[in-house]
């Protein structure tokens, strides 16, 4: 079974802030998708990481996959209330399988 | 959101009573996904279908069961439900991406509570 772990559950930040949350596993995966969900709706993709090393940018935000495809991080820079959210990083495994980590919920304060 | 509707989005029910959930699609994809999602657990996935009748079971598929009859409608069911299987449900969808690469879409989950 491939376990997908979040850090940190819970983050309580500034306006202004930045932030980095983790998505560790001890499994490769094909890829690596970021979601953010919203209370009261479905997740929604924010990106997805393929290649080992890969950085992507998403205006503020920063996505990173681990050179062996088992790791990924994002990176929010000057946080705004707007970012608060659920966000969930999710491995991509054989066939069209998704395996979750257990997400981080963030606050960010004006 | 991919043409995704999700029936009931509320429910309240009884221990011991059977329940069905509905998802709807209108754009024809192969893949459908039933999730849980609980706090702290991210979204566990309860069963899959890769076409009409044909289904597989997930991660969490224990006391739930699922029917696929028609390409666009994923049917979950509870035969008895528990406390335990008090959640927010969430129904998704497989499709190719810009990047070729297959993304899940979601419905707006539907939240259940088994008292």
């Known amino acids: 079974t491939q376990l997908l772990e979040q850090s940190p559950q819970f983050l309580s930040i500034q306006e202004g802030e930045n932030l980095t949350v983790y998505c560790n596993s001890s499994?490769?995966?094909?890829?690596l998708q970021w979601y953010r969900q919203e209370p009261g709706e479905g997740p929604v993709l924010l990106v997805t990481?393929?290649?080992?090393?890969e950085v992507k940018k998403l205006k503020r935000l920063t996505f990173q996959f681990g050179d062996a495809r088992k790791d990924s991080s994002l990176h929010i820079t000057a946080a705004q209330t707007g970012d608060t959210g659920l966000y969930l990083c999710?491995?991509?495994?054989?066939?069209?399988?998704?395996?979750f980590g257990g997400g981080t919920r963030l606050m960010v304060k004006p | 959101d991919a043409g995704i509707t999700q029936s009931p989005r509320h429910k309240v029910t009884e221990t011991g009573t059977p329940v069905t959930l509905r998802c709807h699609q209108t754009?024809?994809?192969?893949?459908m996904y039933w999730y849980r999602q609980d706090p702290g657990h991210g979204l566990r996935l309860i069963h899959y279908?890769?076409?009409?009748?044909?289904?597989d079971k997930g991660e969490v598929s224990d006391g739930y069961s699922v029917s696929r009859s028609k390409t666009e409608d994923f049917l979950l069911t509870l035969e008895s439900a528990t406390s335990s299987q008090t959640s927010v449900y969430f129904c998704a969808i497989s499709a190719s991406g810009p990047s070729g690469l297959n993304i899940q879409y979601f419905g707006a989950g539907t939240r259940l509570s088994v008292l």
């Open positions: 279908s890769y076409g009409v009748k044909d289904t």
């Open positions: 999710a491995g991509a495994g054989a066939g069209n399988m998704l395996t």
């Open positions: 990481v393929v290649t080992g090393g």
């Open positions: 754009e024809n994809h192969r893949y």
């Open positions: 499994s490769v995966f094909s890829s």
